[in-house]
């Protein structure tokens, strides 16, 4: 490990990649959105960005390496910036899906060090106002006369997140989630169309997205894939689990470093993240952005993270995703 | 000849193409009766098939290309190729002053001009575009690390 | 409808505000700039700008009319290096270079972009005032769009391949699987399998549009210029002060409406977007044209005229879900929607309700912006023409900079350029074996569209084929395929008839 170190530092002197690997103070500091402009990984950039203003003595800057839902990031994050110390990389659930199912080629949960959260989302299960739905009890006993009965949709392929939550809805109730009527939208704007369009029947979204349709009166939220009930203006809508079905889903968005940073550049970006914990101004920045308070940071982080990749291998294996 | 020789290429690009449709791309399971390898099966097998026909009957075009053009045209790609691969390294305005000098002087330009000029397009497109409209463009590794030191 | 009046007078009252007025002329002059650079379209120049705008920290109104501004400007600016160069300014030019260009090198530039300027204001213009008055109703129907009727909608893109056929069809055919191929490179929507990857990550994601067009037709053009230059074939460009004429735009009229309305159609269509519009557009009008529409890709006004009226009509369509859905149409739409949420101001018909000073100032200032263009174009015109005064040594390296810096900027990956390169020399090998890139092109756009779309709807069915004609709007759409396909070359043989009959009886 430490040879490991020792050699990717003069690795990097000689490509002169970056600054100093033994500083410990953060200076000039970038948070890298694996995407283009203006998706979720920009937004969760945002928010380190904003979040971090006060503990940080330059603005952060964000910077964007698209391509390969994140596999170029992480390539380059295991290849040539293994020990910067001063970059941090969003990342979502989604991410750790990838890595889960083995999208990102070798590397692994175990090639980063996994930093901190900048909040979560949670799974939503929607449907048109007019729905003859009316409660998810009566969608899942559509779905118990046959997987097939209800055409569903979301806004990615089979084996994403989206997909996810679909499944372990149908397999909650001891159904076969490869007979369902799935269609795979690009992204959620298209599969909301197909919703309110008719094409599909329920839509599997996020709840941060559904903040500005509520009030419209055109979809109606049968459920909330979280672990508890959600504050207004979700706190009327049951959650899954209350309702008897285990399907959970947390779209968790945080960052993480290179594997090769040094303890104490990692220690020091994670004082600065539970110090931004602490203000008012962070959760008031998460609310703005959609996201719902989800503040982990080190060691804890990582194992939960460590955990949660484990869990949806699990999954991705049962659902026959993966051999 | 020309389009014999690139519809020969093509036809083993589409057979390749084709190999990899028909044998190695298959889903774990699939919603739509299609799945990921229909589509790209029936586009190698009509680029094929127009492969074959551009090699049974080709419509005559000449390629007709000067040994001296080739190699002009060769040395373009070069020059483009090391812009590209000094482009981080040596940062925007490096690498734009060298590219813009050396091709230019390829091109016609004067020895005097051409240095003038690679100079003026990197340090004024470096500032047009990175100071007036904030783009993103490679300040160069060995800058970042001289302004550390 | 006296909603609309009351509201739009509102919005003219935000938007003609100085301040504001003057947000939406400094939008639209740098998001010119920013289109003109090749590969930063609309969505890019939006994206760039966002941070600026909010960290400036404008109101929310002027935000997003400064924001609306730059979003027109880039879709104006993006024909300026369409025309005088040959390189795409964005992905919806594509289509502009194939007439465009050919003017220029004929000493037009000044007639082709004063043309395709008043054609985008037409063209911008028609689909602000459609979106203003029948927004909520054309939502509602495109909603109900649904994968079945898209289906439809690329047989009906792809019939109109049938007219950018050069000599030899079935190199037109195999430029247009070449295009298809290109696109199925990357992860499959449906399956989440990916496809010929080969392992590296960069393309795992497919090959982004972008990078295609600047490749195939920005670094193919660098490498023709210098052939030329070699060769002694590249004369000095005779920039003449031509200027477009009262007699151009009568020709061009109904051109120009039909495609306004075409354009502003498949805008307003969510997944479809200026290329789709300016593809069609392009192939439809040369299509009607027919016997005289060979001229097209010589530098016809018809066919300039054509794919700009309908990109900048798209512009205005894509508006149209956001606006009254709160669903983005288009890459750029979703990037103005993110603007609005970070404004806290949630889009969709809500907003009309809630914020209507946002809501009517946005409309209003695309009203403005739209003749803020006409009037900063038109004296730019001869500006611009005169950038091909710039000798060929000095011109050259610089399309190579400009590529550069438009595909580097946006994603900072430098396998890009890599990228850019090796498609230029594919491009330029094409360009010499008397193969059309137009067709490349159409497969890029439609490929993923036409395959995502049918096994779409082959997964709403369960697998039975019949859905695809089940709804009225498809079988609309293939019988006006038909019509397309089999009505001009009809009209036209029987007005040969009608010659020689005529001909005849004279003797």
Redesign the interface.
Known sequence: MKLNRFAATALLCTSLIAGSAFAATIDKPECVAPAKPGGGFDLTCRIAQTGLKDQLQELMQVTFMPGGIGAVAINMFNTTRTDDPNAIVAFSSGSLLNIATGKYGEWTENDVRWLATAGADFGAVVVRNDSKFKTLAELMDAFKQGESTVVVGAGGSVGSQDWMKAALLIKSIEKDPKKMRYVAYDGGGDAITGLLGGSIEVYFGDVGEMVSHLGTGTMRVLAVMSPDRLPAPFAEIPTTKELGYDAEWTIMRGYYMGKNVSDDAYNAWVEKFKAAYATEEFAKIQKEKGLLPLNMAGKEFDDDVKKRVDRMRGIAKEAGLIQ | MADRIFGSIALVISLIYGFIAFTIIKAPFQYDPLGPEAWPRILSVVAALCCLYIIARPDGQKFKVLGHTLTRIALVVFFLSAYAVLFERLGFIVSTALFCGVLSRMLGATAKQSVLFGIASGILGYGLCAGLLDLNLPTGAIFKNLKLL | MDTVFAGLSQGFAVALNPINFFYVIIGCF?GT??GA?PG?GPI?GV??????AYSAGLPPESALILLAGIYYGAEYGGRVSSILLNVPGDAGAVFTTLDGNPMAKKGEAGRALSLSAVASFIGGTISVILMTLFGPLLASV??????SDYVALMVFAFTCLASLVG??P??T??AA??G??IA?IG???????????F?I?????GIDFLVIVIGLFG?GE??TL??H???GKLAVLPVGKSFVSWKDLMVTKWVILRCSLLGFFIGVL??TGASVASAVAYGTEKRIAGKSGESFGTGDIRGLAAPEAANNGSAGGAMV?MLT????GS?TT??LL?AL?LF?V?????MFVQRPEIAWGLIASMYIGNIALLIINLPLVGFFARLLTIP???L???I??LA??GV????????D??MI?GL??FG??LR???FSLAPVILGVVLGNLF??N???A???S??DWMILIESGRSIAIYVLTALILFVPPLVSSLRRRAATNAATSEA
């Open positions: 740098s700039l920013i650079l930063i890019n994206a760039i700008l966002l941070p600026i495109a909603i109900h769009f649904n994968p000599k030899n079935i190199k055919l195999l699987v070449m298809l191929m199925s992860i499959d929507a449906n399956t989440g399998v990916a496809r010929f990857t392992g990550p960069d393309i795992l994601a670094m660098l490498i210098v052939e230059q070699v060769t969510p997944g879900p859905l709160g669903i983005p890459g979703a990037i993110g949420l806290n949630t889009p969709g018909p809500l060929q040594k000095y050259t390296p610089l190579a900079v550069f810096i580097y900027s946006v994603v900072s990956n430098p396998f350029l890599y390169i230029g020399v330029w090998l010499k074996l008397g395959e995502d049918l096994r779409r082959l997964s709403i369960g697998g």
